[in-house]
């Protein structure tokens, strides 16, 4: 009779040690996953919104050639003080 409670106890063990290699190994994957999407490296083309895209095309069709025609202006009620 001591021999069949010491099996049962044995089998808890082994369903008990099972069970938290499974999870341990479960809580690893996720962990693995979680740290790859972290470290994934970022597109080469950012993405932009519609506004976003509208400043940068006025931007890159500013015209920085006439920029001392742009300040001619402000230059004259400059020197006017």
């Given at each position: 009779?001591?021999?069949?409670g ?39 083309t ?25 300040f001619?202006?402000?230059d ?6």
């Open positions: 009779m001591a021999s069949a010491g099996n049962s106890k044995f089998a808890i063990i082994i369903v008990v040690a099972i069970a938290v290699l499974i999870a341990g190994g479960f809580w690893w994957y996720l962990k693995r996953a979680e740290y790859s999407a972290l470290t994934a490296s970022p597109s080469l950012p993405r932009f919104d519609k506004d976003t895209q509208a400043d940068i095309s006025d931007i890159n069709s500013a015209d920085s050639a006439d920029l001392d025609m742009e001619k202006s402000i004259e009620d400059l020197n006017k003080l």
